[in-house]
């Protein structure tokens, strides 16, 4: 930023947009006298090369205000009682850890309703692969049998720092269960 400050910025930009409007307003002004002239909008689309749309705005100013105060409204907003899918999502978290009984090597394929992304096979000795499907496993599980069949908790509590999960998830989970908070605090 140095030399050049925000009213710097904000003066250039003002300079352009009046430069800009007035070249519209003059191209605007020329393209009514051919018009008035006798040149028929189509004619004027043709040999300007200008789509339909930007002739009739520029012949009729009324049209150009109008279109622009439509594109100026507001986006639509959610309805006030709306909460993201996040804050919905249900997600399952088992009473204690020591259920967590899955395996720990190995290749594993998960059922469907947990992995439907045609990559449902796991190679549990790569470290990558193990986390994808822990943290498959942990945002998609519908029971806690998903969970016990497919985590082992002295897994889950070595991945749980570098998982990459759901907000809602993480915290439902470390409520829970604060110790995997002191292991993330731990491995830091």
């Not at 090369?49 to 012949?59: F, K, N, P, V």
């Amino acid at each position: 930023m140095g030399q050049h400050s925000e009213d710097d910025l904000r003066a250039v930009v003002a300079e352009y947009e009046a430069a800009r409007a007035a070249a519209l307003t003059s191209r605007d002004e020329q393209l009514r006298a051919f018009q008035a002239a006798g040149w028929r909008p189509v004619d004027l689309q043709r040999v300007t090369g200008y789509s339909r749309e930007t002739i009739r705005q520029a012949l009729r100013p009324e049209v150009r205000q109008a279109t622009n105060l439509s594109r100026r409204k507001t986006a639509p907003q959610p309805p006030a009682d709306y909460r993201p899918y996040g804050d919905r999502k249900p997600y399952i978290v088992p009473d204690n850890l020591t259920a967590l009984t899955g395996p720990t090597n190995g290749v594993v394929t998960l059922p469907r309703h947990l992995d439907w992304s045609g990559h449902a096979e796991y190679d549990l000795n790569r470290p990558a692969r193990l986390a994808s499907l822990y943290k498959v496993v942990l945002a998609e599980a519908a029971t806690v049998d998903d969970l016990s069949t497919w985590l082992n908790a002295d897994l889950l509590r070595r991945l749980w720092p570098t998982l990459w999960l759901p907000p809602q998830l993480r915290r439902l989970w470390e409520e829970t269960f604060p110790e995997l908070v002191a292991t993330g605090t731990n491995a830091a």
